[in-house]
């Protein structure tokens, strides 16, 4: 079974660009997260969706932060324009709707702002 | 509200010594408790959760945990380390309601020297 996949692995930009990650979750999983992880902090849910659909996004930036997930399977995480303190990991993550106990885990984009 | 505490941030230990790694937690109802592993430019593994039942719980790698609701811990331990177990663990607990979703602890830095 694939697993979370996600790109670019690794991305460095100025602060006031753009940028966007891509997650392609495990197929058949209903459910996708966003986190963010700040070195030193652990993963923080940016934005959760089912299916096609917004579940939870009361942490997510919305004056510089989107996402979507229009067919209800990969999605696209944006930012823009980007703050230095944006500089982090972007973790996507995928669950079954009858196992949301068992999140599974993509290997992450890290983000630099310069 | 939910929050998650891990006391060390950094654990050194020697090979094939013991360990533990300790996680406390408060939230105004009850939660379920994971532990998750995160090895170097990877994303999180699941490690173990409890659900209810039997407060000790097993998990992969020979890890295992005990939830305490009286002290509200579930501390992670595992008899006997070994190199490959050198890693970041993060504590995550998760209401058992529809919609609610995980809190992360910040992390514990567990380095496993010969």
């Known amino acids: 079974e694939a697993g979370v996949a996600q790109s670019p692995r690794y991305k460095i930009i100025e602060k006031r660009q753009s940028v966007a990650f891509w997650c392609n979750p495990i197929?058949?999983?209903?459910?996708l997260y966003w986190y963010q992880q700040i070195l030193g902090q652990g993963p923080k849910l940016l934005i959760q969706f089912q299916n096609n659909g917004v579940v939870d996004d009361s942490q997510l930036p919305k004056d510089r932060f989107s996402a979507e997930r229009l067919k209800g399977v990969d999605s696209t995480l944006k930012i823009q324009p980007a703050k230095l303190e944006d500089s982090a990991v972007y973790l996507c993550?995928?669950?079954?709707?009858?196992?949301?106990?068992?999140?599974?885990f993509g290997p992450g984009t890290r983000l630099t702002v310069l | 509200a939910q929050s998650v505490t891990q006391l060390d941030s950094q654990v050194p230990v020697f090979e094939e010594a013991p360990v533990e790694l300790r996680c406390n937690y408060s939230?105004?109802?009850?939660?379920?408790l994971f532990w998750y592993v995160q090895y170097p430019n990877q994303g999180l593994q699941l490690l173990l959760k409890y659900l209810s039942g039997s407060t000790l719980v097993k998990g992969i790698n020979g890890f295992e945990a005990e939830f305490n609701k009286s002290q509200t811990s579930f501390h992670l331990r595992k008899p006997s380390v070994h190199i490959s177990d050198t890693a970041e663990y993060f504590c995550?607990?998760?209401?058992?309601?529809?919609?609610?979703?995980?809190?992360f602890g910040p992390g514990t830095r567990l380095s496993v020297l010969p």
């Open positions: 993550a995928s669950s079954s709707t009858d196992r949301v106990n068992e999140q599974f």
């Open positions: 995550a607990v998760r209401p058992p309601l529809i919609g609610q979703n995980f809190v």
């Open positions: 939230s105004s109802v009850s939660v379920y």
């Open positions: 197929s058949g999983h209903a459910t």
